[in-house]
């Protein structure tokens, strides 16, 4: 019994009775398609979050104050004031740090923001002339603040494009115009170029003025909220961590690291923590699609009852004629397989295509990766056998006799 | 004997359900030789559809000895029957059992499906005994375009395809006009007497005319058995 035979008999079968076919596919179709789509466009949604995290600068560590445990001891939010400004520029000068490039101290609120009639409530950034270098930042018109302007603690302002557009319109340039920060008037220097991003991530809706006009006059505060560190190769980075860590136990006078008043974490970290989420959610949406997957393979394997039933007669005939066991299991296996592998590839087709548009529709790069491709035509393969298995022994194991007699 | 084809001694038949033993067939003993055609007769109920099963290796006697052809077929498994009802019996069924919206080519070439001959072979074959058979210019049609008798003669060419040692026919004439079963009849009765062995199971007595031999069944026994064509008829009445 050659297989083209088998693979004859099977098209011919299916081919009888179209609609039901059709149908009976439709459930893996649907399946395949959902976990294909799912999984491309998790996908896609995690290197968009990468490469936003790595637009936020490169080789970057970020120390934050606070203890890195999070036991029973950890201090209470409002103690995170154990970083200065002076801390930052030690990490700087010292001859202990060989590793680092630049340095950036940061101090950031939430404050609104009025410009004639105009008000935004945006992100406030207390920042030093280094930040465009650290954070890879660049400007669309006007400059950046500079070393004098920290010095003096001066009144200026960069704004983002999403604060430019909140208060003065769309386009318009707001370099010399004055805006006012909870009551202080500040003159604008600067618009940032546009990075993008969303929620969390826009960072085009902020204004950065310098860090000791944050923290003496607006804030009112002599602590800083973050320093960033750039090493100066990616190689160097665990070094510059090391480094960085050692000099600010030194300064805070604390002898064991485990109870380090500050954290550090790198660029890495923030991408795996991300990577973790996305993966997570994409493992979850996966996982709901697998379950339509389950359905469609359920649907395949009544529909495979139904037809040994029907069939019961054939069968029986088949068996008087002389059809082993064998036989009979491959031919109602192969219609399964068949079946299934047809609406694998046509789920495959339809995944692909629906995430292809949603891709562009919520302006996610477009990745489809091979694996889930031969994933899906393995894993509708598979179904088919999983669930054709149970009707077929039924079919094989039918008695000639009774099967004959079948009305 | 060396042209002996159906030997059966001592056959016993019981179907077992929860409540009951139901005796089909009890210690049924006889022989059958190569070129015979012999009719197996009886009222419904009398055992003569089991005693078909079991000479068509369909099913398994409960106790008892059936050599077919000389193989010991009482205990041999599902698989190996299959291959058993495959090279060395006919069937011709009394519904045809043709296979639906299938040609009468492709269900001559069943049998040989199974038995692993080749494509080329198993068309040439087909068509060979579907012109032996007077319907060469049907080949191509479904069994839904053939009338009763010619179905009958499709399942006749496919049972005579594998050239079995054992052409095994159940009422082959009970779903087909009685023109037409004369046609079968006569079909049968030129088969035999180029030497293929015949049993058949009816109930007709016109029918069972036909045969050479008839043997009766009543109640899971044998009843009669003859050879003699008067002995027949007093039988009849």
């Given amino acids: 019994m050659e297989f083209s035979e088998t693979f004859a008999s099977a098209f011919e079968a299916l081919s009888l009775n179209k609609l039901r076919t059709a149908l009976a596919t439709l459930g893996v179709v649907i399946g395949i398609g959902a976990v294909i789509a799912l999984v491309s466009l998790g996908q896609s949604g995690q290197k968009a979050v990468q490469s936003q995290i790595q637009s936020l600068g490169s080789n970057l560590i970020t120390v934050i104050p606070g203890a890195q445990t999070t036991g029973a001891v950890r201090q209470a939010a409002g103690g995170n004031t154990t970083l200065t400004f002076d801390d930052a520029k030690a990490i700087l000068v010292s001859p202990q740090v060989t590793s680092v490039a630049n340095v950036s101290a940061e101090l950031s609120r939430r404050a609104q923001v009025t410009a004639g009639r105009n008000n935004t409530n945006t992100q406030i950034l207390g920042a030093t002339p280094a930040y465009p270098e650290v954070r890879k930042l660049t400007m669309s018109s006007g400059s950046f603040f500079t070393q004098r302007d920290v010095d003096s603690a001066s009144k200026v302002a960069v704004v983002g494009p999403q604060v430019v557009s909140d208060l003065f319109g769309e386009g318009s340039n707001p370099v010399g115009q004055t805006i006012r920060i909870n009551r202080l008037s500040f003159s604008v220097i600067g618009v940032t170029t546009s990075k993008g991003g969303t929620g969390f991530l826009n960072q085009d809706d902020i204004v950065f003025i310098p860090i000791t006009t944050a923290q003496k006059q607006l804030f009112g505060v002599t602590y800083i909220g973050s320093i960033s560190v750039e090493a100066k190769s990616e190689k160097q980075i665990n070094q510059a961590r090391d480094e960085v860590g050692y000099l600010l136990l030194s300064r805070h006078r604390i002898s064991d690291p485990a109870s380090a008043d500050f954290s550090i974490f790198s660029q890495e970290d923030v991408l795996g923590a991300a990577n973790q989420i996305t993966s997570t959610f994409t493992a979850l949406l996966s996982g709901i699609a697998a379950i339509s997957l389950l359905v469609g393979g359920i649907g395949i394997m009544n529909i495979m009852l139904v037809t040994v039933t029907e069939r019961t007669r054939e069968i029986g005939l088949r068996k008087a004629l002389g059809a082993k066991k064998r036989w009979i299991i491959s031919q109602f296996l192969t219609e399964s397989v068949l079946l299934t592998f047809v609406g694998g590839i046509l789920g495959m087709i339809l995944g692909t295509g629906l995430s292809f548009i949603i891709s562009q529709f919520i302006k996610l790069p477009f990745s489809i990766s091979f694996s889930s491709i031969a994933l899906a035509v393995g894993v509708s393969g598979g179904i088919g056998i999983l669930f054709g298995w149970y009707p077929a022994q039924k079919a094989a194991h039918l008695s000639p006799i009774e099967a004959l007699r079948y009305e | ?237």
């Fill in chain 2, 1 to 237: 004997m060396a042209d002996t084809i159906i030997q059966v001694s001592h056959l016993s038949k019981v179907y077992k359900n929860e409540a009951m033993e139901t005796v089909a067939l009890s210690d049924v003993s006889f022989h059958v030789h190569k070129g015979e055609f012999v009719a197996i007769m009886g009222p419904s109920g009398s055992g003569k559809s089991t005693l078909m099963h079991i000479l068509g290796a369909l099913d398994l006697p409960t106790s008892g000895e059936y050599i077919l052809d000389g193989e010991n077929v009482e205990k041999l498994s599902a698989d190996k029957l299959a291959e058993i009802r495959n090279k060395k019996i006919g069937f011709v069924f009394q519904a045809f059992n043709l296979l639906p919206r299938t040609t009468a080519l492709k269900n001559v070439m069943l049998p040989m499906v199974y038995a692993g001959v080749s494509k080329e072979e198993r068309v040439k074959k087909a068509k060979k005994y579907l012109e032996m058979i007077g319907l060469g210019d049907r080949m191509d049609h479904t069994s839904s375009q053939l009338s009763g008798g010619q179905q009958q003669r499709v399942a006749i060419a496919r049972a005579l395809v594998m050239n079995p040692a054992l052409l095994l026919a159940d009422e082959p004439t009970g779903n087909i006009a009685s023109v037409q079963a004369e046609e079968v009849m006569a079909i049968f009765q030129q088969l035999n007497n180029e030497g293929h062995t015949i049993v058949m199971i009816t109930h007709e007595p016109d029918i069972a005319e036909h045969a050479k031999r008839i043997i009766y069944v009543r109640d899971g026994k044998i009843t009669g058995d003859s050879h003699d064509h008067r002995q027949r008829i007093a039988a009849k009445k």
